[in-house]
């Protein structure tokens, strides 16, 4: 047993010993990727990549796209993807949404945040992922060269190393996506940390009036 599920066991006796009850964590999955799944554990939401231990001592011991079987107070059980409630109750979540309008040269730019670090964002739909140069990486305190995947990629000025690495957390203003797949590239290219289809493809997204319309999916 996990150290941490042996400390929930044990805090969970010393209170029914004492008379009081020791609820169950309620448990969510409202997001599933290849060996990871978001949790939302007693309304804390994280991403817990499979082996790692979650909020409430959730482990995740598998995930995929159908489904994910979780520790929970050394109980092994699969979980469906579910749709996390609002507070009133209502079945439907309240779906954040963001408008980004069109600036200089017809390009959307929009701040946001990496990882709880902020960031200017271009947004190019014509970017397989989220990219950055090494100054940027390092900047945001990414270690590329430890934890990311050596590679070559295709650019304007030809073929470039980089390094395919993934994001715990991309932010454009309430719309926050886990696991965000991002590629490093080697040297000053691009000047502006693009904001790919890694990341679009995991909103709603429309271009309506002159302006770019995010909205969340969950």
């Known amino acids: 047993m996990h ?12 209170l029914s010993l004492s008379g009081s009850l020791c ?31 979650g909020p409430g001592g959730v482990q995740v011991v598998s995930a995929d796209s159908h489904g994910a079987i979780l520790r929970v107070g050394g109980t092994e059980q699969r979980y469906e993807m579910t749709r996390e409630y609002n507070q009133a109750g209502g079945a439907a979540p309240l779906r954040a949404q963001v408008s980004i309008a069109k600036g200089v040269g017809g390009h959307f730019w929009v701040a946001g945040s990496i990882q709880s670090q902020p960031v200017q964002f271009l947004v190019d739909t014509g970017a397989t992922s989220v990219a950055m140069n090494e100054s940027q990486a390092r900047r945001l305190g ?24 993934s994001l715990n957390s991309v932010k454009i203003g309430a719309i926050e996506v886990l696991g965000v797949d991002a590629v ?33 999916k969950i």
Do not use: H
């Open 184 to 216: 490093v590239l080697q040297g000053d290219s691009p000047t502006e940390v693009l904001l790919g289809m890694s990341y679009l493809n995991r909103v709603r997204w429309r271009e309506e009036q002159g302006a770019l319309l995010l909205e969340s």
């Open 142 to 165: 990414i270690d590329y060269r430890v934890n990311g995947r050596p590679m070559m990629v295709s650019t304007a000025s030809g073929t470039a190393k980089a390094w395919q690495i």
């Open 3 to 14: 150290p941490i599920e042996r400390l929930a066991a044990g805090l969970c006796l010393l």
């Open 23 to 53: 609820a169950a964590p309620q448990v969510q999955v409202v997001g599933l990727f290849p060996n990871a799944a978001v949790l939302n554990v007693d309304g804390v939401r994280k991403l817990v990549k499979v082996g790692q231990v």
